[in-house]
């Protein structure tokens, strides 16, 4: 199993629809993520949070929007999205430091109709 | 720019043979490297992580890597048809600070481990 947690696993949304996804981990780590990826291309870093302060934009459409309630959670509110926004999101977490990996999510499969 | 090359395959190994994944960096300056290995439809799990020259072994995986040349490997011994994924390499190209501290992927070397 999983130490970070993604709910829910698949969505389905209209491009006029506010949704959010969610990200919970209890490894005490400082460092959440969130992640794009679509199909056959590799994992793109969209926003970096560090205790609990958002550290790294990665110049996201603003129809993005994360946020970092406390250490161990982290949401992505989405709204106004387009069918190209049709991806797998992954959340992951992280100690920061250099030799500690991302633990990711299982990810959650977004589709835009 | 800051990037991560791979070979993205497919490479097809018989199983029970050695499969061989290799990976170049940009940045000089990079510390710490790491291999994960992705199914279809699945997120990424880490196989391995590795920050010093030279190898380091893990059950049936071993890592190396060459800072001059910029250059980190991932060797599969005693291939598995479980072992068909693809394998992304990633490189922190930002400090070692919680805030700093991200991962490039390459964009993943597609194995197919064939019976």
């Known amino acids: 199993d999983t130490e970070v947690t993604q709910t829910p696993k698949h969505l389905v949304m209209g491009m006029t629809n506010k949704k959010s996804l969610k990200c919970e981990q209890h490894m005490g780590h400082r460092a959440m993520y969130w992640y794009k990826q679509k199909a056959k291309k590799p994992p793109e870093l969209m926003f970096v949070?560090?205790?609990?302060?958002?550290?790294i934009n990665e110049s996201v459409p603003s129809r993005f929007s994360p946020e970092c309630p406390n250490s161990s959670l982290l949401n992505l509110h989405l709204h106004a999205l387009q069918p190209e926004d049709s991806a797998l999101y992954l959340c992951?977490?992280?100690?920061?430091?250099?030799?500690?990996?991302?633990?990711f999510g299982n990810g959650t499969r977004l589709t835009v109709t | 720019q800051k990037e991560v090359e791979q070979n993205s395959g497919p490479l097809s190994v018989p199983e029970g043979a050695i499969a061989s994944l290799n990976c170049t960096y940009s940045?000089?300056?990079?510390?710490?490297f790491f291999w994960y290995r992705q199914y279809s439809g699945k997120s990424p799990e880490l196989i391995m992580f590795?920050?010093?020259?030279g190898d380091k072994e893990d059950g049936r995986f071993t890592a190396q890597l060459n800072k001059a040349s910029q250059y980190v490997s991932l060797l599969i011994r005693d291939s598995q048809p479980s072992d068909s994924a693809t394998y992304l390499c990633a490189v922190n190209f930002g400090g070692s600070g919680a805030g700093s501290y991200q991962l490039t992927f390459g964009k993943g070397t597609k194995l197919s481990v064939i019976p």
């Open positions: 940045d000089r300056g990079s510390q710490s």
């Open positions: 949070y560090s205790y609990e302060k958002l550290s």
């Open positions: 590795i920050y010093s020259n």
């Open positions: 992951a977490s992280a100690q920061g430091i250099l030799d500690s990996p991302l633990h």
